[in-house]
């Protein structure tokens, strides 16, 4: 399994970036996939998740400016950042929970970070 992500870069604070990660290989049953973001020196923290049903959670930091969506037939993520701020700076990663092979149980994959830089 491997997960791709894109999107990231440089924007101006209030600006707008889009976020993509798509999960390839062997999947038989993808639960969950969200976003992760990590600065120097700190934990990596949720930033939104969304469920194979549609369920969705945030960071208090973000609700409101940020949307997670899921296609489910591409096991591709989303994350449509908006009125972005500088604390917005970080690596962003990329996260599905999901199972390989039926009857096995979901396992944490994780993709490579895209680097989100706000600054004017």
């Known amino acids: 399994v491997q997960l791709q992500a894109s999107g990231g870069g440089l924007v101006q604070p209030g600006g707008s970036l889009r976020l993509s990660c798509a999960a390839s290989g062997r999947i038989d049953r993808l639960d969950d996939m969200g976003w992760y973001r990590q600065t120097p020196g700190k934990e990596r923290s949720l930033v939104a998740v969304?469920?194979?049903?549609?369920?969705?959670h945030y960071a208090d930091s973000v609700k409101g400016r940020f949307t997670i969506s899921l296609d489910i037939f591409k096991n591709t993520v989303h994350l449509q950042m908006n009125s972005l701020k500088p604390d917005d700076t970080a690596v962003y990663y990329c996260?599905?929970?999901?199972?390989?092979?039926?009857?096995?149980?979901?396992?944490?994959?994780w993709g490579q970070g895209t680097q989100v830089t706000v600054s004017s």
């Open positions: 996260n599905a929970a999901l199972a390989p092979y039926a009857g096995l149980g979901s396992k944490n994959y």
């Open positions: 969304i469920t194979d049903t549609g369920s969705t």
